[in-house]
């Protein structure tokens, strides 16, 4: 298994600024994925935290919104660029444990974000 | 891309009915994973099944993996209060990507 840690837990923006948010996991880990999750709904992923190269987004999401760092087989970043009220939601980093497809994934706790 | 269907989207039952949630896919999947979230919380695995008709069991909690591997249900028996939250079904697509099921959020009456 893993442990995963993000920061912040939750925070409050005003519109048009940006949010780095952080993910922490306790042993090396081949993936990263950062997913959205909106009040009562079921999670959405953004996008695959690459390690040494640029992230893989999902239909819908763009780098130059959310860009994403993985400098290394622990660590993630995503940030919310130029954020509007409807960047509100809940994003949660997991990672993937093990290297088949077989294998499972383990969240963080995810970070609440409320635009304003 | 796959989708994974998940019914009932809500269930309310009286503690100690059971619960079914139900999760079908119209392509056939590799696996299919079960997690649980709990109000406030974040997603927590469960399970994995990979195997065509595979059960699994975890005390109150029984999983099925469909013959054919295209649904899956979880069942839980004499639902206690601490069974409150959202089951979500999710299946590996691509490259490890998971796809995860609409959920079911389950409540409770003591």
Redesign the interface.
Same mark, same amino acid.
């Given at each position: 298994s893993a442990v995963i840690s993000q920061k912040p837990s939750r925070d409050i923006c005003q519109r048009g600024t940006s949010l780095t948010i952080q993910c922490q996991v306790d042993s090396q880990v081949t993936?990263m994925?950062w997913y959205r999750q909106q009040p009562?709904? &079921?999670?959405?992923?953004i996008a695959?935290a690459n390690q040494g190269s640029e992230a893989t987004y999902e239909s819908g999401f763009v780098i130059d919104k959310f860009p994403i760092s993985r400098p290394n087989l622990t660590f993630s970043t995503l940030t919310v660029s130029n954020m509007s009220p409807e960047d509100s939601s809940i994003y949660?980093c &997991?990672a993937?444990v093990g290297t088949g &497809?077989?294998?499972?994934?383990?969240?963080?706790?995810?970070t609440r974000l409320t635009v304003l | 891309g796959q989708q994974v269907m998940q019914i009932p989207q809500y269930q309310h039952v009286q503690e100690g009915e059971d619960f079914t949630t139900y999760c079908n896919s119209s392509t056939t999947l590799s696996n299919i994973q079960w997690y649980k979230q709990r109000p406030g919380g974040h997603p927590v695995f469960l399970i994995q099944l990979v195997k065509s008709g595979e059960v699994k069991k975890q005390k109150r909690l029984t999983f099925q993996f469909g013959e054919a591997k295209k649904n899956s249900s979880l069942h839980i028996t004499a639902t206690q209060t601490t069974d409150v939250g959202t089951y979500f079904c999710a299946a590996i697509q691509g490259a490890q990507k998971l796809v995860f099921g609409q959920g079911t959020r389950l409540t409770i009456n003591p």
């Open positions: 993936m994925f009562g709904q &079921s999670l959405t992923l695959t949660l &997991s993937q &497809s077989t294998d499972t994934q383990y969240f963080g706790p995810g | -």
